[in-house]
Structure formats: structure tokens, C-alpha cells
């Protein structure tokens, strides 16, 4: 197993940058694949980013693309999310989530692990 936490969420201008961090712990990192994910008040739970636990490909979101950017270091067991040009709409918790596959990335239901999550705040 594997365990997560995420961190680096806070308030930020619209327009604004954030980076959150997730640091595992557990079994061997480098085996799982990543992803992140966000839930608003009243929405379900949606994908933003993924990083493949072989290849390193990253997936995302169309919401987030050009503007968001995962990055993963197997030396520190630790998952990035960088996040630019935020604007109000992405305000939600983010949370961290990872599996043992390369497949499906994308998917909510796919991933047997996750953290807590952390709050993203964005104002106008």
C-alpha cells in the first residue's frame, strides 16, 4: 500500500500561481502511476492531471491544459502540481491519487489510493 499527502494548497488572486506537493509513502513510488484530482462544492470529483508510472506521460484535462503541469520526482517520492494563471473556477480540494497501472489515468473510479486533500482558493 501506499500512503498520501497532499500539501502547498492555500489563497491565491486570481491570475496567481500555486504548486501543491504529495508525498508518498509505502511501497516503492516509482511503481505507481499519479494523479490529481478536484472536487467543488456541489461537483463531483473531477480528473485534472495525471503522470504515468513507466514513461512519465502526463495527461490533463481540458480545463487545465497550458495552465497546469505534473511533474513527479521518484527521489523524493513526491508528485507535483503546478498550477498557473489559476483563475476563480478552480477553486476546490485537490486531491492526490495513485494506482499500480499505466492505464485509464484519466479515470476517478481506477484509483485504489488517495489522500486527504488539500484546499485551493481562488478569488476574483
Known amino acids: 500500500q501506499v500512503q498520501l499527502v497532499e500539501s502547498g494548497g492555500g489563497l491565491v488572486q486570481a491570475g496567481g500561481s500555486l504548486r501543491l506537493s504529495c508525498a508518498a509513502s509505502g511501497r516503492a513510488f516509482s511503481g505507481y502511476s499519479m494523479g490529481w484530482f478536484r472536487q467543488a462544492p456541489g461537483k463531483e470529483r473531477e480528473f485534472v492531471a495525471a503522470?504515468?508510472?513507466?514513461?512519465?506521460?502526463?495527461y490533463y484535462a481540458d480545463s487545465v491544459k497550458g495552465r497546469f503541469f505534473i511533474s513527479r520526482d521518484n527521489g523524493k517520492n513526491t508528485v507535483y502540481l503546478q498550477m498557473n494563471s489559476l483563475k476563480p473556477e478552480d477553486t476546490a480540494v485537490y486531491s492526490c491519487?495513485?494506482?499500480?497501472?499505466?492505464?485509464?489515468?484519466?479515470?476517478?473510479?481506477?484509483?485504489?489510493?488517495w489522500g486527504q486533500g488539500t484546499q485551493v482558493t481562488v478569488s476574483s
Open positions: 491519487a495513485a494506482k499500480t497501472t499505466a492505464r485509464e489515468l484519466m479515470k476517478t473510479d481506477d484509483y485504489p489510493y
Open positions: 503522470i504515468s508510472r513507466s514513461y512519465f506521460g502526463t
